[in-house]
Nanobody, 121 residues
Framework: QVHLKESGGGLVQAGGSLRLSCAAAGRTNTYYSMAWFRQAPGREREFVASITSTGGRTTFADSVRGRFTISRDNAKNTVDLQMNSLKLEDTAVYYC??????????????WGQGTQVTVSS
């Protein structure tokens, strides 16, 4: 009954930027922490960033800290991921998720369908 939809993925050169957006149905953003995960071919899904229900706390994976920013607008039921200084290893399908403030994907019961981010040299 909770629906999440990612957008903003695409092809970008290394060093460039992309902004991903996740739209949530209903009032999901006011009850759940939100997170971004990513998964590259042949690899397990990995945590990228999360933000609490009020936006008061954020956390980032070491691999993206200082380059990515997560934010949310509860009035619009959206959560964004600003991705700067992109690297080849950032290439993956990026997923929006709603759940607990935790890097474990098992703590997130609601997921979007994913959006592809491809970084080229």
């Amino acid at each position: 009954q909770v629906h999440l939809k990612e957008s903003g993925g695409g092809l970008v050169q290394a060093g460039g930027s992309l902004r991903l957006s996740c739209a949530a149905a209903g009032r999901t953003n006011t009850y759940y922490s939100m997170a971004w995960f990513r998964q590259a071919p042949g690899r397990e899904r990995e945590f990228v960033a999360s933000i609490t229900s009020t936006g008061g706390r954020t956390t980032f994976a070491d691999s993206v800290r200082g380059r990515f920013t997560i934010s949310r607008d509860n009035a619009k039921n959206t959560v964004d991921l600003q991705m700067n200084s992109l690297k080849l290893e950032d290439t993956a399908v990026y997923y929006c998720a709603a759940g607990n403030w935790n890097p474990d994907p098992n703590e997130y019961p609601y997921w979007g369908q994913g959006t592809q981010v491809t970084v080229s040299s």
